[in-house]
Nanobody, 121 residues
Framework: QVQLAESGGGLVQAGGSLRLSCAAS????????MGWYRQAPGKQRDLVAR???????SYADSVKGRFTISRDNSKSTIYLQMDSLKPEDTAVYYC???????????????WGQGTQVTVSS
């Protein structure tokens, strides 16, 4: 059974930083593209950042230069370092794991329960 356990969310002032973690179990971590998505109230869930098994990364334009995704294959964990946070970053952040063969279909992968990030102005 796949489990993705997110942690690290919370309340922070604009300009501050947070680091999210997602620990995976029940998958062959090194075969999976891992990603962070976020969903604000009344909006769709959008990609924030993804990282391939080979550590290639991609980011939404809105977070480039502020957020950094990384992975530790020895711990089956990914991280999202979020700096210079803005109120518009407020959302529930979800971890996603999808096998490399299905990399273009993250909805066919597994999702964590989400962690709330709130940025106050």
């Amino acid at each position: 059974q796949v489990q993705l356990a997110e942690s690290g969310g919370g309340l922070v002032q604009a300009g501050g930083s947070l680091r999210l973690s997602c620990a995976a179990s029940g998958i062959i971590f090194s075969d999976n593209v891992m990603g962070w998505y976020r969903q604000a109230p009344g909006k769709q869930r959008d990609l924030v950042a993804r990282i391939t098994p080979g550590a290639s990364t991609s980011y939404a334009d809105s977070v480039k230069g502020r957020f950094t995704i990384s992975r530790d294959n020895s711990k089956s964990t990914i991280y999202l370092q979020m700096d210079s946070l803005k109120p518009e970053d407020t959302a529930v952040y979800y971890c996603n794991a999808v096998h490399l063969r299905l990399a273009h279909h993250p909805d066919l992968g597994s999702w964590g329960q989400g962690t709330q990030v709130t940025v106050s102005s």
